[in-house]
């Protein structure tokens, strides 16, 4: 079955960098796109960046200038390079990958575990 996992979450200081991963694995046919939400306790899930697999990529404004998403297609990973970073970054980060997989043959959306960020002094 697919599967997403992430890892690079953890606790910075205000002003500091993470890296986060996602590796994709699985009967994939296909891959569309991949990014990655955030979600804050007692707010909703939120788009934090995405990456398409011809490279194009969108932002949310909170994150824009700080945060930049790349990808590897060969080994079917994303990263997530977080710089600057503030206590409003505060949440657990989630995977999101738009793929097909060979066991269904139609698009559908994938999710890993969440990786807790905390960006506390």
């Known amino acids: 079955q697919v599967q997403l996992v992430e890892s690079g979450g953890g606790l910075v200081q205000p002003g500091g960098s993470l890296r986060l991963s996602c590796a994709v694995s699985?009967?994939?046919?296909?891959?569309?796109?991949m990014g990655w939400y955030r979600q804050a306790p007692g707010k909703q899930r939120e788009l934090v960046a995405t990456?398409?697999?011809?490279?194009?990529?969108k932002y949310a404004d909170s994150v824009k200038g700080r945060f930049t998403i790349s990808g590897d297609n060969a080994k079917n990973t994303v990263y997530l390079q977080m710089n600057s970073l503030k206590p409003e970054d505060t949440a657990v980060y989630y995977c999101?990958?738009?793929?097909?997989?060979?066991?269904?043959?139609?698009?559908?959306?994938?999710w890993g575990q969440g990786t807790q960020v905390t960006v506390s002094s």
């Open positions: 990456i398409a697999s011809g490279g194009s990529t």
């Open positions: 699985g009967p994939i046919f296909s891959i569309h796109a």
């Open positions: 999101n990958a738009d793929l097909i997989s060979k066991v269904y043959m139609f698009p559908s959306d994938y």
